[in-house]
């Protein structure tokens, strides 16, 4: 669980020094701009939905891995029946608490970094996750997060999520240009740990993607991207 832990610190150090734009870093760092970022996740919801090529009806009881400050949350809310919305990071859970208190049906998670423990098996329809698993160092935590979606879906459920499968994209930033946004970072004009495990993360295997999904009792539908930082996945849920 030392893995899980030092994921747990990055991100509350993250939501600290600006939650918004470690969320979506498309951003202006330390002057995010929430209208954009509120749309930001409409429209990333919608994209993710439309590459994986499903979408969600209002009886469907949703997880979502790794929801940051609830950008998506919402949609989903609004979309579905309930929301169990989890993430590694306290502080996250926190603001998205802060920023989002008028969603009644969203049960708000602090997680163990690599397991849905505290959802039942076989209690969702859906399982959702997008930009988390791209930033997770080890992509056996991934994998177990797989597993543990094939768990928790009931029959005939499915999930839509993103993984990295382009390796190039999580080498640490060196050089010149490394030690300069080192130096504006250090003086708050740039994002801090950008060379930083939990941020660089890891990219996944699709060989051992479709290994633990088949090991969960899923099968991959659809694959979107691959060989790419944003390759979207949806896997189903056999029948019992
Ligand atoms: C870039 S943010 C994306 C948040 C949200 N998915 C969105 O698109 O708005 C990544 C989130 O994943 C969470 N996260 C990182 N590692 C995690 C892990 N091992 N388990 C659960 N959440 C994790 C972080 O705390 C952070 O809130």
Same mark, same amino acid.
């Given at each position: &669980?030392?893995?899980?832990?030092?994921?747990?610190r990055?991100?509350?150090?993250?939501?600290?020094?600006?939650?918004?734009?470690?969320?979506?870093?498309?951003?202006? =760092?330390?002057?995010?701009?929430?209208?954009?970022?509120?749309?930001?996740?409409?429209?990333?919801?919608?994209?993710?939905?439309?590459?994986?090529?499903?979408s969600?009806?209002?009886?469907?009881?949703?997880?979502?891995?790794?929801?940051?400050?609830?950008?998506l949350?919402?949609?989903?809310?609004?979309?579905?029946?309930?929301?169990?919305?989890?993430?590694?990071?306290?502080? &996250?859970?926190?603001?998205?608490?802060?920023?989002?208190?008028?969603?009644?049906?969203?049960?708000?998670?602090?997680?163990?970094?690599?397991?849905?423990?505290?959802?039942?098996?076989?209690?969702?329809d859906?399982?959702?996750?997008?930009?988390?698993?791209?930033?997770? @160092?080890d992509?056996?935590?991934?994998?177990?997060?797989?597993?543990?979606?094939?768990?928790?879906?009931?029959?005939?459920?499915?999930?839509?999520?993103?993984?990295?499968?382009?390796p190039?994209v999580?080498?640490?930033?060196?050089?010149?240009?490394?030690?300069?946004?080192?130096i504006?970072?250090?003086?708050?004009?740039?994002?801090?740990?950008?060379?930083?495990?939990?941020?660089?993360? @890891?990219?996944?295997?699709?060989?051992?993607?479709?290994?633990?999904?088949?090991?969960?009792?899923?099968?991959?539908e659809?694959?979107?991207?691959?060989?790419?930082? =944003?390759c979207i996945?949806?896997?189903?849920?056999?029948?019992?």
């Open positions: &669980m030392a893995t899980a832990d030092r994921a747990r990055f991100w509350d150090q993250r939501a600290e020094e600006d939650a918004f734009y470690f969320v979506d870093n498309r951003l202006a =760092y330390g002057a995010p701009d929430l209208e954009r970022f509120w749309a930001g996740g409409e429209a990333d919801m919608a994209e993710l939905l439309r590459q994986a090529g499903t969600i009806e209002p009886g469907d009881d949703i997880v979502e891995i790794g929801c940051g400050v609830g950008r949350t919402r949609v989903l809310a609004r979309e579905g029946a309930s929301v169990r919305a989890l993430d590694v990071s306290p502080r &996250m859970i926190e603001l998205a608490r802060k920023h989002n208190p008028a969603l009644a049906n969203v049960e708000w998670i602090v997680g163990d970094g690599a397991t849905l423990a505290g959802v039942d098996f076989q209690s969702a859906v399982c959702v996750s997008h930009v988390v698993f791209q930033h997770i @160092s992509p056996l935590v991934t994998l177990a997060y797989v597993r543990e979606i094939g768990r928790v879906l009931r029959p005939g459920g499915w999930a839509a999520f993103q993984v990295s499968n382009d190039a999580h080498q640490p930033q060196r050089g010149l240009r490394n030690a300069v946004n080192r504006r970072a250090s003086a708050r004009r740039a994002p801090r740990g950008q060379a930083h495990p939990d941020w660089c993360g @890891s990219y996944v295997d699709l060989d051992d993607l479709r290994a633990a999904a088949g090991a969960a009792g899923m099968d991959i659809r694959l979107v991207g691959e060989g790419t930082q =944003y996945a949806l896997t189903r849920k056999r029948a019992a």
